[in-house]
């Protein structure tokens, strides 16, 4: 199979709250249903504990609430995305994700000046493919906030 763009990255693909989200398939390491959450005291308000996944405790963040979407229980399709980011491991709650895309490099635009107060700096661009939408999104912004003093694993 061939490809009309000679550039295109693979994204994995996940939504929230009815909208889809993207993050380069080069920084996911897995994906994974939701089995069991260990909270954590004092953690940040997104992060909604830890997972033992593959031999490492991933802190695991609710991209919901990280979004300030409303909270919802967890059913079979939500998914938790670990993505490696700089030394750390980081598992990203959603509410499902399924497919790995090709988005060719001129289908990704830059974010509107008037969405970067509100997108906390975290929305990397916005790719239009076969007239959907799609919300590109920076990994390393995404968790810098309060994720980086929680995380309990590295390496």
Do not use: W
Request: proline residues 6%; aromatic residues 6%; glycine residues 8%.
């Amino acid at each position: 199979m061939t490809t009309d763009s000679p550039k295109a990255d693979t994204y994995i693909l996940f939504e929230l709250a009815g909208t889809t989200y993207g993050v380069k398939s080069s920084d996911v390491q897995q994906l994974e249903m939701i089995e069991h959450i260990t909270p954590v005291p004092n953690a940040g308000d997104t992060v909604e504990g830890v997972v033992f996944s593959r031999g490492k405790v991933i802190p695991a963040i609710n991209l919901r609430v990280r979004f300030g979407f409303e909270k919802i229980p967890y059913d079979v399709r939500t998914r938790l995305v670990v993505v490696g980011i700089k030394d750390r491991r980081i598992g990203l709650i959603v509410d499902s994700a399924r497919e790995f895309k090709n988005i060719p490099e001129e289908s990704i635009v830059p974010p509107p000046d008037g969405l970067a107060p509100t997108n906390g700096h975290y929305l990397d661009a916005i790719a239009t493919v076969d007239e959907n939408t799609i919300l590109l999104l920076d990994l390393e912004e995404l968790v810098s906030d309060n994720v980086a003093e929680t995380s309990l694993e590295r390496g």
